[in-house]
């Protein structure tokens, strides 16, 4: 059956994610280029576009990085064709550099570049405010807060792109991108195919005589792009009154949640901002006049509230203005519908109802915590427990982004500090330098690719002093099993193009290098014992495959499964006791009904690395995963 | 006031809590209704907690403490955790069957008996239903299923602007015919547990 986000009718609706919705919209803009590198929240988009690859009109590519991403899309945009990048928030930060250049070269084909923020850090290192890339570059912002708008900016966003040649932000948050609702389709457009890059030095190169003309037509750029903010069917003014609200992004869902919650529908002027920048002043100005109180609905940063303080101020209008400076709301963390409703209690004077909550009483004790785990099987547990039983606690583990930061967890505690994408090598080879610590940074394969590579290459350079454990379990496994350069399979199929880590890792002149199996404990730790007595860079490529994705893309299936063969209090006693239930963490350890350590046959993923710790655990037939 | 209903979802990664959610959220749509659903699932893959919504008539995809006429617990450690979500005088429907914590499944840490977590639960509730999910999930053909037969059991309850046959509908019309066969029956199952 055909996907309706490809092959779907116009007028027909349908129960779509938001990262879909925004699939859908780009298609219907008659998208011909995405780029990605992926990022939970904004995973599904280029996923989705990668599993429907095959039927779509559009290239595709998982690049290296979100840098990488972002200029091989504006390549394609200077050429002609209407392009899309993706990216997590954080990501905007290592594709800052071309981003910020682009919006002077400007998009011919049209462009959008889509970044998810994650406030309130679901599945992110931090809470960053990305629009305020889009007044550093000088870039349009559409914010959506239903399904319907993901579907409807990502193709307003391309199209208006592509019309002014001005690259656009999509700007997304956690709760949006991974909300579901019903999406009514639209008729896709037919563009013509790209017409290719027409040269002009004067347009797209910018030495600094051609930069500062660049600049003022961005500019212009902007005041247009100003205007058409003004007339946006995105920007909605509702309501009566005295008392206003802007709303922007998600809180626009929490305000009229709220807004009913209250009964104070109608009864506060609302200007809801799904073309959020540049600020459509005009509009703003006019919908003030006559409001003694005005709240601003954002969530992080304050942003707009900024900017209507400063316009009301240049305006001469005579208001308070409520958000977040000084408060009362918070500039961390998501909004939600009972804190909108709060403020709108607040500034209308309404008394608020009584808490209202199934469990006022306080919890007897607190509840064991379900932290997530590495799964049962997983190499970097392997990996882990070789270079503790080596290390123990006196080498610093400098981590990465991926999986693998799950080390951080007791027993393995392989994560002691970590900044960002790559740093890993780069800030391990600080740290040991400081204080001469013994420093082993771990990095995954996509990781290393994305941006351990040059870390690597400046710890030669630079003469450092560092184990670097490369973990490559052949792909991208926290995001969603996205291929990376290194590997020879995706779920689409084989990769023909593997770039082999051991042989860069020794073509930038690395000859410490050491390659295992971690399932292999032994050679795993002889190995590690062998990097342990060297200085200088060193590398163990740690390589085997995510066992959830072996079974997928490998169709790999272990026939044995591990059973605990005699009672662990009498091995404790004679000394045989491996100790693995504290040691390892594997989901599939616990205490039977009699108190005694057994293995689950069902989660148990055969991979055998418990019987290599201990004498009293054996193989036997099963169905292991 | 057009109906306003919300339903907070709670379970392990890999219970099949989205497929739940998406389930139920699709049955909604096909009744016509306004819906939107959300859930966070950052790293549930690895065993985390996985919570979603669904609201009714709403435009947040998100509930807050005390805002949820329904809670559907597919573990009842967590159907417990949730409990601040739901609303006084809510309706909470849990399975009875524990996915153990590493920490508890270890023996570090104690979690709550079960009888006492459904005394926590009656407690806190307007009306409850307990079901043994994996127990009916196995039943009918595959463990996963019996997060159905935790909607099954919801049907039944007339809680929903819908009934069981608009779900079972949902299912023929979304999943593979051998997958919704086995689906059914959970749902089957759910909605014929009687209640204690």
């Known amino acids: 059956m055909a996907s309706p986000l490809l092959a779907g009718a116009p007028g027909e609706t349908h129960l779509l994610l938001g990262n879909e919705a925004i699939v859908r919209g780009a298609v219907e803009a008659g998208i011909q280029f995405v780029s990605c590198y992926p990022g939970t929240p904004s995973s599904e988009v280029p996923d989705t576009f990668f599993r429907l690859s095959p039927e779509g009109a559009y290239s595709f590519e998982y690049s290296v990085n979100e840098k990488v991403a972002l200029e091989v899309a504006a390549g394609a945009t200077l050429a002609g064709a209407l392009s899309l990048t993706t990216m997590k928030h954080v990501g905007v930060n290592v594709a800052a550099d071309p981003l910020l250049t682009l919006t002077y070269l400007g998009t011919p084909g049209g462009f959008v570049l889509l970044s998810a923020d994650d406030p309130g850090c679901h599945s992110s290192q931090n809470e960053q405010d990305n629009r305020i890339y889009a007044r550093l570059a000088g870039l349009p912002v559409l914010e959506p807060a239903t399904a319907q708008e993901c579907k409807d900016m990502a193709r307003a966003g391309l199209t208006l792109s592509r019309e002014l040649g001005a690259p656009v932000l999509l700007r997304t948050t956690t709760r949006v991108n991974h909300l579901r609702g019903p999406v009514v389709l639209a008729e896709p457009s037919v563009l013509p195919a790209p017409a290719g890059f027409q040269k002009n030095p004067a347009r797209f190169v910018p030495i600094p005589a051609f930069a500062r003309p660049m600049h003022l037509r961005l500019l212009e750029t902007l005041d247009r792009l100003r205007g058409l903010a003004e007339v946006s069917p995105f920007n909605t003014v509702s309501g009566t009154g005295t008392v206003g609200v802007v709303a922007s992004g998600i809180s626009r869902a929490y305000l009229s949640d709220a807004l009913a919650e209250t009964g104070l529908e109608g009864a506060v002027k609302v200007l809801e901002l799904g073309f959020s920048h540049p600020l459509p002043e005009n509009l703003l100005a006019s919908f003030m006049e006559g409001l003694t109180t005005l709240l601003v609905l954002e969530e992080l940063e304050p942003v707009l509230e900024t900017e209507i303080r400063a316009l009301a101020q240049r305006r001469g209008l005579v208001l308070t203005i409520l958000g977040k400076t000084p408060g009362p709301l918070p500039r961390f963390g998501e909004y939600g519908v009972a804190l909108v409703a709060e403020a709108l209690r607040e500034l209308s004077g309404t008394a608020a109802p009584k808490a209202d909550c199934a469990c006022q009483a306080p919890q007897p004790a607190p509840l064991p915590n379900r932290p997530p785990n590495l799964c049962a099987g997983c190499p970097h547990r392997a990996t882990y427990v070789a270079v503790r039983k080596i290390f123990g606690d006196a080498a610093v583990y400098s981590s990465d982004i991926g999986c693998y930061t799950l080390g951080i967890l007791p027993p393995l505690k392989a994560a002691d500090f970590l900044v960002c994408m790559g740093s890993s090598i780069s800030a391990g080879c600080g740290a040991a330098k400081a204080a001469g610590q013994t420093v082993v940074g771990f990095i995954g394969d996509s990781t290393f690719f994305h941006s351990g590579i040059t870390g690597l290459v400046n710890a030669v350079f630079n003469r450092h002093d560092i184990l670097v454990v490369i973990l490559d379990n052949r792909t991208t496994a926290m995001t969603g099993h996205q291929p990376n350069p290194g590997v020879d399979k995706t779920t689409l199929g084989d990769n023909p193009v593997s770039v082999d880590i051991e042989k860069l890792v020794r073509g930038i002149g690395i000859e410490q290098v050491r390659k295992v199996n971690p399932l292999n404990l032994k050679a795993t730790l002889k190995a590690i014992g062998e990097l342990k007595d060297m200085s200088g860079v060193r590398v163990l490529i740690a390589q085997e495959p995510c066992p959830l994705f072996a079974r997928r893309a490998y169709g790999q299936k272990r026939t044995q499964v591990a059973y605990v063969a005699a009672d662990c209090a009498d091995a404790a006693k004679d000394g045989s006791c491996g100790d693995c239930l504290n040691t390892l963490a594997c989901p599939a350890f616990h205490l039977d009904e009699a108190g005694k350590m057994a293995i689950d046959p069902l989660l148990c993923s055969g991979c055998m690395l418990c019987l290599q710790l201990c004498s009293n655990i054996k193989a036997r037939k099963g169905d292991a995963k | ?196």
């Open chain 2, 1 to 196: 006031m057009s109906l306003r209903l919300r339903i907070f979802m709670t379970g392990v990664g890999g219970q099949g809590t989205l497929t739940a959610t998406t389930l139920l959220a699709r049955a909604a749509l096909s009744a016509g209704l306004p819906v939107t659903s959300g859930e966070i699932h950052g790293m549930a893959q690895r065993g985390g907690v996985v919570e979603s919504t669904l609201l009714i008539g709403c435009k947040s995809p998100k509930i807050g403490h005390g805002e949820a006429d329904i809670l559907l617990g597919f573990e009842p450690l967590e159907t417990l955790r949730a409990l601040p979500y739901l609303r006084a005088g809510g309706l909470a429907l849990s399975s009875t069957e524990s996915l153990p914590p590493l920490s508890v499944a270890t023996g570090k840490e104690k979690s709550p008996e079960i009888a006492d977590i459904k005394a926590r639960v009656v407690e806190a509730c307007g009306r409850t239903r307990f079901l043994p999910c994996r127990t009916l999930g196995l039943e009918a053909g595959a463990v996963q299923s019996g997060n159905i037969a935790l909607l099954g059991a919801l049907c039944a309850m007339d809680a929903l602007p819908f009934g069981l046959e608009v779900v079972a509908a949902t299912i023929r019309a979304t999943m593979k015919p051998k997958v919704a066969e086995v689906n059914l029956k959970a749902l089957e199952l759910g909605a014929a547990y009687p209640a204690e």
